[in-house]
């Protein structure tokens, strides 16, 4: 049975015997400790960000000029279709999971995750799909129809290769990764929460990590059926999908976007709960409006099963006004959050560390990313965007604004729970600000390319002045944005080499995961305070004036 | 709010902080992995009442009639095999581990008996002309009950770990929560049958 309840060597008395004797390699390969899980997942994610980067300044340098230069059509089509795959599924969706393995059971005062072994697997899954996926490239082509493989055009070949059916077989696998984690985070949250850690004093990063895991559970499901289906119409000669043998091409469309729009929250939701972390410790203020933020996360998270069918206003089979209305509606509940933010910033005391940067990039990128989404929403402002850089323009200002932005803004955070040391400031910073510039300059432009017409996915484009000019700025854009990668890297090893430690709280921060040392021992935990509200750290700090004040005021000798 | 003692506890956190009452763990996962499972077979189910709509005549022409009496037949083998499934559970419940054995060795003979009825009826379209490659209703027909019968193997090869372990008495009253586990999957298998068989075989022609 790989289920169990608790490593067994990780007992309260203490003997950790076994991993100590263990060759350090092979305790990383055979470890089932959430945080060096979780480690894994950070840098098994960053690397395949790196490879998908890579992808990314491929596909700008084609487009620096009109005309094709330095790759034919097909390898074009690999290239934005295995950039966005990766981007998606094997680096945002698992990243954003690996800051939960290592952060949740900590925020909740528990020793591990509720299924360790399974935990391992689910981690082990992604870097096995990423070679499955990219060892399409040595059949003769990879994956080419984009990262949405709609068919008709997925049911053929690419070049000479069987990449698709790699794609197929990768993302049933990454799928499969997820549903374990779902399934291993909602049970660690529900049941292996510290005595006194109530739902409503859960640190708000756990909570939406509870709602993605939600999301995770019920909608990857539907794209694995999907897939199985392609993958039978591909090579079993089943009829789903091929309307010459009385299958419906829609049908693929409806089922993909049935799991990759609730996709879109799993990807944001933690975003916005680390985000929900820093703005807080780094205004000096606990976060405004605790309950409206959970239940504004549960409205994402249910209002995010509505709406998949406005990713196919154009197809003429769906209702417009419904899951136009439904679109609309998504707004809401993420304004709500606006306000949360902003509200707690207000009249706080700000301190302008490097997360705390990146999580005020997040405020404003993801706002503007928001913002050209509620015009897709409208059919008819849609049915004139559809399939032009406006599109494009949308999705990286909700996942590299938002998602990008957050991910770094809790790397800079809670690197120091993973170390004991903090990154240096000066170098976060020029991280920031080059990203900053250097992802406005890529992505600003697209706007005005979607609103002039300019289609996505063509390696190829009309030799206008002002186009040419705007994709230059891109491509030097795109540049700078890997050029930003530079001093994160250095500063990473800078530190990790640097030999005296922070101390164990840097930031004075409130929630549970920096009551125990950093980093964290095996067990994670020697103690646990009494956990009164969603500051148990302040409380346990300030327990001296509010007993007293709390005596005071039951005796009534104020 | 009352922040009156916020002492710090000597004792080392446990991994379930030993809760009283509610789910356990794993049965909790089972739940949770049966939801992901039942969104799975929604997916397939979905494609199904798709095409169905979409097609000029259902089934299609020239599809093979369906033995509805044989599905029924089949129906009543994987229905009782849930039944004698809860049996052993109850027996375990009370203690009972030689009637847990029993029970488990009958669900899983009735669980083969599913499978091997469902290869030979497999057999029978087979020769009729229907495969996966035959149209849509051959397509949604070995899909879905294809998928329904490696549900049903991958619970009889659960059940047989189950059967295993329960044979060198590793289950008791307290602690059988892998017993409820298998019970969970092989009641959920059996009701995506019921699913199946009503929309494939009985609304079907």
Redesign the interface.
């Known amino acids: 049975?790989a289920?169990t309840?608790?490593r067994p060597e990780?007992g309260?008395s203490?003997s950790y015997g076994i991993s100590a004797r263990r060759h350090p390699i092979m305790e990383w390969l055979t470890t089932t400790d959430h945080k060096k899980i979780g480690i894994m997942y950070l840098v098994n994610s960053f690397f395949w960000f790196a490879v998908a980067g890579l992808l990314a300044v491929f596909i700008r340098v084609e487009l620096a000029e009109p005309g094709i230069q330095y790759f034919t059509e097909q390898q074009y089509n690999e290239l934005f279709t295995m950039h966005g795959t990766t981007m998606i599924f094997l680096f945002i969706i698992p990243i954003l999971a690996g800051f939960g393995n290592y952060i949740v059971p900590l925020q909740i005062?528990?020793?591990?995750m509720?299924?360790p072994r399974?935990n391992a697997l689910s981690f082990w899954m992604l870097p096995l799909a990423g070679i499955i996926l990219y060892s399409g490239y040595l059949t003769g082509g990879a994956a080419c129809a984009g990262w949405t493989e709609y068919p008709t055009v997925s049911l053929q070949p690419c070049g000479t290769g069987v990449g698709t059916d790699l794609w197929i077989v990768a993302l049933l696998l990454i799928g499969t990764s997820s549903?374990l984690g779902?399934?291993?985070f909602?049970?660690t949250i529900?049941?292996?929460?510290?005595?006194g850690m109530t739902m409503f004093r859960m640190p708000l990063f756990t909570w939406t990590m509870l709602v993605t895991s939600l999301l995770v559970?019920?909608?990857?499901?539907?794209?694995?059926?999907?897939l199985?289906?392609l993958l039978?119409?591909r090579n079993?000669?089943?009829?789903?999908f091929d309307p010459a043998?009385?299958?419906?091409t829609v049908?693929w469309q409806?089922?993909f976007w049935?799991y990759s729009h609730p996709a879109v929250y799993v990807m944001v939701l933690p975003g916005m709960g680390i985000v929900s972390e820093v703005l807080p410790v780094f205004s000096r203020k606990p976060l405004f409006g605790y309950k409206a933020f959970v239940f504004a996360t549960a409205g994402i998270g249910a209002l995010g099963f509505s709406v998949w069918a406005h990713h196919m206003f154009t197809t003429g089979t769906v209702l417009l006004p419904f899951f136009s209305i439904m679109t609309f509606l998504i707004a809401v509940p993420t304004g709500v959050k606006f306000f949360n933010w902003i509200a707690t910033l207000w009249k706080g005391k700000i301190w302008f560390t490097t997360a705390n940067l990146f999580a005020f990039g997040f405020l404003s990128m993801f706002l503007i990313g928001g913002i050209d989404g509620v015009f897709l929403a409208s059919p008819p402002v849609d049915f004139a965007l559809h399939d032009t850089y406006w599109v494009i323009a949308h999705i990286h200002y909700v996942l590299f604004g938002g998602s990008v932005f957050a991910v770094y803004a809790g790397f800079y955070y809670w690197f120091p729970k993973f170390t004991g040391k903090r990154l240096n400031e000066g170098l976060g910073k020029l991280h920031f600000w080059l990203q900053m510039i250097g992802f406005n300059l890529t992505f600003m432009p697209m706007h005005v390319l979607g609103l002039l017409g300019m289609p996505r996915r063509i390696s190829d484009y009309i030799p206008f002045t002002d186009w040419t000019g705007l994709n230059q700025l891109q491509t030097a854009g795109s540049l700078l944005i890997a050029v930003s990668t530079a001093p994160f890297l250095a500063n990473v090893w800078m530190t990790l080499r640097r030999k005296d430690r922070d101390p164990e709280n840097p930031w004075d921060a409130n929630t549970l995961e920096w009551w125990t040392t950093s980093p964290p021992p095996a067990?994670?935990?020697?103690?646990?305070?009494?956990i009164?509200?969603e500051r148990p750290l302040f409380?346990?700090q300030h327990?001296d004036e509010?007993?007293v004040h709390?005596?005071a005021t039951?005796t009534g000798a104020r | 709010?009352?922040?009156?003692?916020?002492?710090?506890?000597?004792?080392?956190?446990?991994?379930?902080?030993e809760?009283t009452g509610?789910?356990?763990?794993?049965l909790?996962?089972m739940v949770?992995?049966i939801?992901?499972?039942?969104?799975?077979?929604?997916?397939?189910f979905?494609?199904y009442f798709?095409?169905r709509t979409?097609?000029p005549e259902w089934p299609?022409p020239g599809t093979p009639e369906l033995d509805k009496l044989y599905a029924l037949g089949l129906t009543a083998v994987l229905v009782s095999s849930s039944v004698t499934m809860q049996l052993g559970v109850f027996a375990i419940r009370r203690n009972d581990q030689k009637w847990l054995v029993r029970w488990l060795v009958v669900t899983l003979v009735l669980g083969s008996l599913f499978l091997i009825g469902q290869g030979n009826e497999y057999h029978t379209l087979f020769t009729e002309g229907m495969?996966?490659?035959s149209?849509?209703f051959g397509?949604?027909f070995f899909?879905l009950t294809g998928?329904h019968g490696a549900h049903v193997f991958g619970g009889a090869v659960f059940i047989l770990?189950v059967l295993l372990r329960a044979r060198s008495g590793q289950f008791t009253a307290r602690y059988h929560d892998?017993v409820e586990?298998a019970s969970y999957y092989w009641h959920f298998v059996d009701v995506v049958w019921l699913g199946l068989v009503t929309t494939i075989y009985l609304l079907s022609q």
Do not use: Q, W, Y
């Open positions: 049975m289920i309840e608790a990780a309260p203490g005062g528990a020793l591990d509720a299924f399974v549903i779902g399934v291993n909602i049970t529900f049941n292996m929460r510290a005595p559970l019920l909608a990857t499901p539907v794209i694995a059926s999907a199985v289906m039978i119409d079993l000669g089943g009829s789903f043998k009385g299958g419906i049908l409806n089922v049935f067990h994670n935990f020697d103690s646990l305070p009494e009164h509200s409380d346990a327990a509010l007993s709390a005596d039951t | 709010m009352a922040v009156a003692d916020a002492t710090v506890r000597e004792t080392p956190a446990g991994p379930g902080h809760r509610g789910i356990s763990s794993s909790l996962g949770l992995f939801a992901s499972e039942v969104m799975f077979f929604g997916g397939l979905g494609a798709t095409l979409a097609a299609p495969t996966l490659r149209g849509v397509s949604t899909t998928f770990i892998t586990m």
